[in-house]
């Protein structure tokens, strides 16, 4: 413990890297601080002003966890409302001397938002957005935050809604309004992959080879079926795609950042 309001940019200032996550949403960003003016901006932006004496209720709304260079944790902290610190000092929180300076330091590093509540988030309101119409009225019920069982009534009465060619079109481009390559996404992203979970993959191939599909198809198809584990037989209908749009659904994950599985890798290129 301490009472020095320079003590955190000491240890701050040895960190080859931080890992920063939203607490009550679903955004987390790796930030390389080997790079020296990414690394001054940060500590810049965490400048504490003083030690008032105070320890805020809630749980914040910022994780921040700093690594060495071998990817050890050196310390963590937690941001609150956007204008102090929880961390290791004697007298409670750390008041920055510019809250609004570290907010644009994480937008400028990949963490817009960080203080908006859930139904504020740009993402949700951009998954909304792209939902089928004919789901509009569900929306309540398939934008939660809580996983959605595969045979939930909603998720059956969503597959009557959304059937057919255009169907399949509309639930794959969809699927690709989501946050893509974070490394949490919310629960109600599962849903297209149950919608479709049943699709023939003839029918999904069928979407993909329509006048109308697009990238943003592909990247919803890609996701389907190489990310997600929603499929019954995922690897068999990898396989069974023709080879131009295994390459294109390729394209669209390395586009999107998604983490190809090895065996479909393997797949998509043993065409």
């Given at each position: 413990m301490?009472?020095?309001?320079?003590?955190?940019?000491?240890?701050?200032s040895t960190a080859s890297?931080?890992?920063?996550?939203?607490?009550?949403?679903?955004?987390e960003v790796v930030v390389d601080l080997t790079i020296p003016a990414t690394l001054d901006g940060l500590r810049a932006a965490l400048e504490i002003s003083s030690l008032p004496g105070y320890v805020c209720a809630c749980i914040g709304q910022v994780w921040f966890e700093f690594l060495d260079g071998q990817g050890e944790r050196i310390t963590t902290f937690r941001l609150h409302h956007g204008v102090s610190l929880a961390w290791q000092w004697d007298s409670g929180h750390?008041?920055?001397?510019?809250?609004?300076?570290?907010?644009?330091?994480?937008?400028?590093?990949g963490l817009p938002g960080a203080l908006l509540g859930s139904h504020e988030r740009p993402e949700r309101l951009a998954?909304?957005?792209?939902?089928?119409?004919?789901?509009?009225e569900h929306t309540g019920d398939l934008v939660g935050h809580w996983p959605t069982p595969v045979d939930s009534k909603r998720i059956v009465e969503a597959r009557k809604r959304?059937?057919?060619?255009?169907?399949?079109?509309?639930?794959?481009r969809w699927c690709a309004a989501g946050m893509g390559n974070a490394t949490k996404t919310p629960p109600y992203e599962d849903v297209p992959?149950?919608?479709?979970?049943?699709?023939p993959i003839a029918e999904i191939v069928q979407a993909l080879e329509s006048p109308e599909a697009d990238e943003r198809h592909d990247a919803g198809a890609a996701r389907i079926?190489?990310?997600?584990?929603?499929?019954?037989?995922?690897r068999m209908d990898v396989a069974r795609l023709p080879k131009p749009i295994r390459a294109r659904i390729r394209q669209a994950a390395q586009a999107k950042g998604y983490e190809v599985p090895q065996w479909a890798e393997r797949l998509l290129l043993n065409a």
């Open positions: 301490t009472t020095d309001v320079r003590a955190l940019d000491a240890v701050v890297s931080v890992r920063i996550s939203e607490v009550e949403w679903y955004r750390g008041e920055l001397k510019d809250g609004a300076e570290l907010l644009r330091w994480l937008a400028d590093n998954w909304i957005a792209a939902m089928p119409p004919a789901l509009a959304v059937d057919g060619l255009e169907g399949v079109l509309q639930v794959l992959g149950l919608i479709l979970r049943e699709t079926l190489l990310v997600e584990k929603s499929r019954v037989k995922q």
